[in-house]
């Protein structure tokens, strides 16, 4: 969610691993400046210093950056306009009172810019990844057309390989300072997935079907929201954090100050954490597939034989008691003995043998709002 007060954030979510994702961890104002980031804001490297000691390992660090475009405000523009010119693709944006030049990935010019860039960010903040902003969202329609940048005039592809041959060179060089730096960027990009270790997909369609498909392979995080913040999308706002969890995906990123999805974050995350290595299994089918009215849910299957479905209610007020229809060819179950348990936030518990048989295996969900639980449904030894 978005954050005006660090403070406050801490209190509220003192229990929940978290990534922060610092847009004014510089002086210059959003949209404004770029590629100009330094000095660093006053206070904010005390800041997370701070944060660290309360909560030792509790938070990770992302700075943002655009990846993509130079600022008409910005040091670069102002003295040696010639020089951004004579690299950008052409394309120009106009975002609130600053004009960006689009900035060709594909010269060496701008590929160095942003790996100087992504070291001095590493070694002077220190920061566990970085936010890339843009690189995702970019459109082969912006291709570059222009002479002397090592790529045909035109190419379609220049702007994926070349964002390809940057990225590659950005993590080479973050991962000198901090081998487990990370980077992300804007939008879900499947030529980027590898280079990306997450990607924020508040511009996605469909959350659930791209985790669907790479869920595995990048960390997801935001939903999309365009309504107003008022408090009668409440409904809405807890449907998307219930559509995170069960897809997998990092919960929050929304922008909305409504106290319930605030709340029900802080109470899904501790057991997010729990059931993590269930949540990357692989989704057997998309989630519209095996949603109930009220539930959110998603179906995944194990490596040895098991069905594991991720379960969450993101009603404000009513407990719900539904029956569970797994589709047992869906999560390849073979008829035999099982067993079923669930892990809730209030640990695990044992719900005994079961038996499967035919094409559906049913059993009883009951959550209260804003409850989540994990059903593992294990072949017992003798099943083959
Ligand atoms: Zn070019």
């Not at 030049?101 to 594909?106: F, G, K, S, T």
């Not at 960010?121 to 222009?146: H, M, N, S, W």
């Not at 804007?186 to 959350?207: A, I, N, R, Y």
């Not at 790479?214 to 995080?221: D, H, I, K, N």
Request: net charge negative; proline share 7%; charged share 20%.
């Amino acid at each position: 969610m978005a954050l005006t007060n660090a403070k406050e954030f801490i209190e509220k979510f003192s229990n929940t691993p978290s990534c922060l994702q610092w847009y004014r961890w510089h002086i210059q104002p959003f949209d404004y400046a770029y590629p100009d980031y330094f000095p660093i804001r006053p206070g904010w490297l005390e800041a997370c210093a701070q944060m660290e000691k309360a909560y030792p390992g509790h938070f990770v660090h992302m700075p943002y950056i655009n990846g993509r475009a130079v600022a008409s405000h910005s040091e670069l523009w102002t003295k040696n306009k010639e020089l951004v010119n004579k690299h950008t693709t052409g394309g120009h944006e106009r975002y609130g009172v600053t004009d960006f030049a689009v900035m060709c990935p594909a010269t060496e010019f701008w590929q160095n810019l942003m790996v100087d860039l992504t070291a001095r960010i590493f070694r002077e903040t220190k920061c566990d990844g970085l936010y890339v902003d843009q690189l995702g969202a970019d459109t082969p329609a912006l291709r570059c057309t222009r002479d002397g940048h090592g790529h045909t005039p035109g190419d379609p592809g220049s702007p994926v390989r070349g964002y390809r041959a940057m990225l590659q060179k950005m993590r080479a060089e973050a991962k000198k300072i901090n081998p487990d730096a990370f980077l992300t960027t804007e939008f879900f990009s499947e030529p980027l997935v590898g280079l990306c270790d997450g990607f924020l997909t508040w511009g996605s369609k469909e959350l659930s079907l791209t985790a669907y498909v790479y869920g595995e392979y990048a960390v997801l995080f935001g939903h999309g929201r365009t309504a107003p913040i008022d408090e009668q999308y409440t409904r809405m706002d807890c449907a998307m954090v219930a559509d995170e969890f069960v897809a997998g995906a990092a919960l929050g990123w929304m922008m909305t100050q409504d106290p319930n999805p605030h709340a029900y974050i802080k109470k899904l995350a501790p057991l997010r954490a729990k059931v993590a290595s269930y949540l990357r299994l692989p989704m057997v089918k998309p989630i519209a597939g095996t949603q109930t009215d009220h539930f959110w849910t998603s179906l995944r299957k194990g490596d040895n034989g098991e069905a594991v479905v991720i379960a969450t209610n993101p009603q404000t007020n009513d407990t719900l008691t539904e029956t569970y229809e797994l589709d047992c060819q869906a999560a390849g179950l073979k008829p035999g003995k099982y067993r079923l348990k669930a892990i809730t936030m209030d640990g695990e518990k044992d719900l005994g043998p079961q038996d499967v048989s035919g094409d559906a295996f049913k059993f009883q969900v009951r959550l209260e709002p804003f409850e989540a639980a994990v059903y593992i449904l294990e072949p017992l030894p003798g099943l083959k």
